[in-house]
Every structure is written in structure tokens, then in C-alpha cells.
Nanobody, 116 residues
Framework: QLHLVESGGGLVQPGGSLRLSCAAS????????LAWFRQAPGKEREYVAE????????YYSDSVLGRFTISEDIPANTVYLQMNNLIPDDTGVYYC?????????WGQGTQVTVSS
């Protein structure tokens, strides 16, 4: 069983930056494809970024490409999302996801609010 806990959300002004963390316990993250999703108020959850184990590359949605960076620290069993040049449309609850070994795991989410 894999347990994920997100942190690092908060209130930030447009143009600012945040770094989200997703700490894992129970299993090692390098067995899983890792991703970040977000959900804005009144909208469906949407894909943000991922690290695919099949090729080791990072992928991003068009809306965050060039502004967000997904990374991982394998010894720390943690995945990160560095978010720069934030805009109000980035507001939402951000969720960490780990997919693999026949299971799909989610964290509880962390709130990001971009507002002046």
C-alpha cells in the first residue's frame, strides 16, 4: 500500500512561485508513473504533469508547459512540482498520483490560490 501526502500549497500573487511536495510512504516511488493533477472550483480534475517510467521523461499539459517542472528525489521518496509565473487560472487543489503495480494512488490534495 502506498500513502501519498502533498504539501506546499498556499496563497500567491500572480507571477509568483510555489513548490509542491508529495511525500510517499509504504512503497518506493520508482515503481510507479508519477503525476500531478489539479481541480479548480466547479471543474473536473485535470492533468498537469507526469514522469513516465517507460522512458524516464517528463510530460506537461499545454497550459503549464514552460512554467511548471515535475521532478523527483528517489532517496527521499518524494515528487515535486515547481510552479513559476503563476496565473489565476492555476488556482485549484493539486493532487499527487502514483500509478503502477496494478494500483492507482492519490494524495489528499493541497490548495493553491493565485490572487492579488
Amino acid at each position: 500500500q502506498l500513502h501519498l501526502v502533498e504539501s506546499g500549497g498556499g496563497l500567491v500573487q500572480p507571477g509568483g512561485s510555489l513548490r509542491l511536495s508529495c511525500a510517499a510512504s509504504g512503497r518506493t516511488l520508482d515503481d510507479y508513473d508519477l503525476a500531478w493533477f489539479r481541480q479548480a472550483p466547479g471543474k473536473e480534475r485535470e492533468y498537469v504533469a507526469e514522469i513516465r517510467r517507460s522512458d524516464g521523461h517528463a510530460y506537461y499539459s499545454d497550459s503549464v508547459l514552460g512554467r511548471f517542472t515535475i521532478s523527483e528525489d528517489i532517496p527521499a521518496n518524494t515528487v515535486y512540482l515547481q510552479m513559476n509565473n503563476l496565473i489565476p487560472d492555476d488556482t485549484g487543489v493539486y493532487y499527487c498520483n502514483a500509478d503502477g503495480i496494478g494500483a492507482d494512488y492519490w494524495g489528499q490534495g493541497t490548495q493553491v490560490t493565485v490572487s492579488s
